[in-house]
């Protein structure tokens, strides 16, 4: 009985440092400092792009297993994917020749 409250006290342990470890992912807001825009993402996998004297842009989005953000955003009646992914504490989205590049404006999540 002894070994196994050892062993249980040992696993709860590495439970708590692996959740300790773990990256903060994307859940929260970033800031693009080239332009006056922000990205938002909410833990519930939707979001918006808030852009400085124009409509906000509501997109949905997910992780998929390669380390890639998947952002879906409604434009107009026509659903656009949008793709970026963590680099080095920034959130970059490159298409089309282009990048943008966001960094983390604070530690809000939801």
Known sequence: MKHFCVAAAVLMMLVVASGCNKPDGVVGTWAN??????????????????VKDSPS???TWQDDK??????DVSIQGTVKSLYGKLDNGAFVI???GQK???RRQDDQKG
């Open 33 to 50: 400092p080239q332009v006056p825009e922000t990205v938002q993402f909410k833990a519930d996998h939707t979001g918006v792009f808030v």
């Open 57 to 59: 842009l509501q997109f």
């Open 66 to 71: 390669n380390g890639t953000v998947r952002l």
């Open 94 to 96: 490159a298409g089309n």
């Open 100 to 102: 943008a590049v966001y």
